[in-house]
């Protein structure tokens, strides 16, 4: 480590040059996590693309396939809740190495065994791995970006993460199709274990540990204390008896489940098999729907200009968004062509974009930003278990062996009953603090 800098010996022009160098070890330091999570979502979202493949490779039944695709949401949800207290303990740079080292073993297993058990185990060790990435790679952008531009890269890289999303549709799927479930998993792996190298080669936990200042320092201001992880369970109980913020929670279980289930776990099979597309169509769908996530999501703030817009306004409209598009699949699946599925899908991803954004704003302003992160984890267990997982699990009973059209529309329409529920509880849920919260504030 080199001797510390001492700011006020610092000429204007030395300070500069600090910002500079410290900026482009921050580039160094952050490029190989940013590009961890990347991959990361591509794993995450890769569920359903494989499990069509092993549906015909094995000939599984869709109680298989269900366990398939939803062990990693079981599994990521209960992880996630001591994954903040993981980035105290070991810190953010080993937390992220240690979690790909994990997801790697997953993959190779994955790749090399036609064990039902042993597939099931592979997925579970991917969401095991990957419950932590998010909060390794936050605690990371926070030690090394200025405390007023945490929220601009954080934003970017989230866009950014949507090149994962895009991967796991048709690319994946010709990966397959060309190399055999085998090497295309084995190559992802791969990529994983080169990430892991580069972590430890290139990433540092802080700018100290290159003996170099952080920019808020360099430019006269306090250097900010990076807040510890809470216990997941402090506090919580002060928020789980609010039933307005229930209200809330609902909604956004009911959306997680739709999205994952529609989308991430189901949506190649049923366009494959329900809706009888063939080739890389079903995946080109699937990625119109990434595509509309990301307009809606740069065209947000925009929109939430136009005067008369707040959070639950626009909450309100993705669900509206969400019920049409799963209506239509509902109650028109055989008739609906590649341009009607892509419609579903646009406006699955339209609505997406936007509620992910909208809703947790919407607890925000409940809650208070004291609260925030505790109700954030609360948010993402139970929507990821109740909505991701129950859902998933839901559908493998209710979509019979053929994989028959008729089945995805039941399916479908269970999934609109779900929504329609959030949709309601968004509706009579209040967008502003609430009185047991007031002291907070």
Aim: positive net charge; contains cysteine.
């Amino acid at each position: 480590m080199a001797n510390p800098i001492n700011v006020a010996d610092l000429s204007e022009a030395e300070k500069k040059e600090q910002i500079a160098k410290t900026r482009k070890a921050a580039a160094i330091s952050l490029a190989p996590v940013i590009l961890a999570y990347v991959v990361f979502v591509l794993i995450r979202t890769s569920g359903g693309t494989i499990g069509k493949d092993l549906v015909d490779e094995l000939g599984w039944a869709p109680t298989q396939l269900a366990l398939f695709t939803s062990v990693f949401s079981y599994v990521y949800s209960f992880a996630n809740l001591p994954a903040g207290l993981l980035v105290d303990s070991i810190g953010g740079k080993k937390l992220i190495a240690s979690a790909y080292v994990i997801m790697a073993v997953g993959l190779l297993l994955q790749s090399l065994t036609s064990s039902y058990p042993l597939l099931i185990l592979s997925r579970g060790l991917m969401g095991f791995g990957g419950s932590v990435v998010f909060v390794a790679l936050s605690r990371l952008i926070a030690n090394w970006t200025k405390s007023s531009a945490y929220a601009d890269v954080n934003a970017k890289v989230m866009a950014a993460s949507k090149v994962g999303t895009f991967y796991a549709a048709t690319p994946l799927a010709l990966m397959i199709a060309n190399m055999g479930r085998k090497n295309a998993l084995l190559s992802i792996a791969a990529v994983v274990i080169a990430i892991t190298v580069a972590i430890f080669l290139f990433t540092r936990e802080s700018p100290a540990e290159k003996g170099l200042l952080t920019v808020d320092e360099l430019e006269g201001r306090e250097k900010p204390q990076v807040r510890k992880a809470q216990n997941p369970f402090k506090g919580i109980g002060k928020i789980i008896v609010q039933p307005q913020v229930w209200l809330v929670l609902l909604g956004s279980i009911s959306m997680n489940g739709a999205i994952n289930t529609f989308i991430t776990n189901y949506g190649r099979t049923m366009l494959a098999k329900g809706a009888g597309f063939e080739g890389t169509i079903p995946t080109n769908i699937i990625t119109v729907n990434t595509v509309a996530g990301i307009i809606s999501g740069l065209l947000l703030g925009q929109i939430m200009k136009i005067k008369g817009t707040n959070n639950k306004n626009m909450t309100l409209f993705s669900f509206a968004l969400f019920i049409i598009g799963e209506a239509m699949a509902a109650f028109m699946f055989p008739k609906l062509g590649i341009t009607g599925w892509s419609i579903v899908f646009a406006l699955i991803g339209f609505g997406s974009s936007i509620e992910v954004t909208t809703i947790y704003a919407m607890l925000k302003d409940q809650v208070t930003k004291k609260n925030f992160g505790t109700v954030v984890g609360l948010t993402n267990f139970a929507a990821w278990l109740l909505g991701t997982s129950i859902c998933t699990t839901i559908w493998g009973k209710i979509i019979d062996v053929e994989y028959s059209a008729g089945s995805f529309m039941k399916a479908a329409r269970f999934q609109l009953c779900v929504s329609i529920v959030g949709c309601i509880c968004v509706l009579l849920a209040k967008d502003k603090l609430l009185p047991a919260f007031e002291e907070d504030a």
